[in-house]
C-alpha cells in the first residue's frame, strides 16, 4: 500500500529550496527516497533548516545556482542537474516573493502602489514558474513521464482579510498586495493548462496551495489567523509533507490539474 508513495532513486528538483517553505519540500522528497536537485538564486541566504539537511543528506541533495526569471539560468540548471545527477521526474515550482508584514518601509496606499512591485510578483510568481515548466516540463513531456507541483497559496482562491495585519504598527496601515492572490491565482489555472497540454505525454501538473505557514509571526497576527481557521490554527511542516509526497509519487497517478488546498479548511468559510 505504501510503495505507492516512495520515489526512491528519483530525482526531484525544488526551486527556490533555501528559504522558508524550500526545505520542508526537500526533506519530504529525501524522506520518499528521492534525489533532490535544490535550485535558488546565486548567493540567497540559506536558512539553517536547509543547512541541516545538506548536512545529513550528503550527495543526495545538490545545490544548482538559478534566476528562475532568466531563461539563460534555468537553461543552465537544467544542464548543470542532467549532467551531476540525471533527468528530473518530479519538478516543485516553489521559489516565490511576497510582501512581509514587517516590511514597513515599502508600504503604501492603494491607489499609490508602486506598479514595478506589482510587476516583480507576476514576473517570479507566474512568469517564473511558466519559465522552468517551460525548460524542465518539455523535458518530462518528451521522456513521457512526470509530476510537476506548482505552489499556490490561499489568496490564490479568496482575498487577504487585511484585519488580520490591522494591529502593526506604522505610518500606513499594513495592506497585503494584490499582486501576490492575482499571481497565484494566475498559476493555479497555468497549471490546469500545463495538465491537459501534457496528459497524453505522461505528465501530471498540479497546485498545492498551503495556508500561512507558522513561523516567526506575532502572538496577535497567530491568534486573529487562528480564529478564522476551521482547524484553529496555522500550518506547520508536517501538515505540509504528506500533501507534497502524495503529488509527487505514484499514489496520485489518477490526479492531475487539481488544485490541493492544504489551509486548515480557511477557504472553506
Ligand atoms: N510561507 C508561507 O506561509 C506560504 C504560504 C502559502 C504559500 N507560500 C508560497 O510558498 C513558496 C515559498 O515561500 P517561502 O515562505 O518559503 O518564501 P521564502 O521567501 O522564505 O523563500 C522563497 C525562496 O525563493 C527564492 N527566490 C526568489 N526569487 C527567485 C528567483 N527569481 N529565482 C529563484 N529563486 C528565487 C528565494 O531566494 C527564497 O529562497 C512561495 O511560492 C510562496 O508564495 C508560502
Known sequence: MNDGFRLDSQIAVVTGACGKLGPIWVEALLGAGARVAALDLPGAPVSSAFRALADGARERLQRFDCDITNRQSIEGAAAAVATRMGSPA??????GVDQPPDSSGSRSRIDELPLDQFRKMIDVNLLGTFQV??????????RGSGSIINIG???????????????????????K????GASK?????????????WGRQGVRVNTLSPGGVLGGQD?????KYGARVPLGRM???????????????PASSYVTGHELRVDGGFTAW
Open 90 to 95: 518530479v519538478l516543485v515550482n516553489n521559489a
Open 133 to 142: 515548466t517551460q525548460v524542465f516540463g518539455a523535458q518530462m513531456a518528451k
Open 153 to 175: 497559496s490561499l489568496y490564490a482562491s479568496v482575498s487577504p482579510d487585511q484585519r488580520l495585519y490591522d494591529h502593526l504598527a506604522g505610518d500606513l496601515p499594513f495592506l
Open 177 to 180: 498586495s494584490p499582486a501576490y
Open 185 to 197: 491565482a494566475a498559476v493555479v489555472n497555468m497549471t490546469k493548462y500545463f495538465a491537459t497540454l
Open 219 to 223: 502572538e496577535q497576527f497567530k491568534a
Open 235 to 249: 500550518a506547520q511542516a508536517e501538515d505540509l509533507t504528506g500533501p507534497l509526497v502524495f503529488l509527487a509519487s
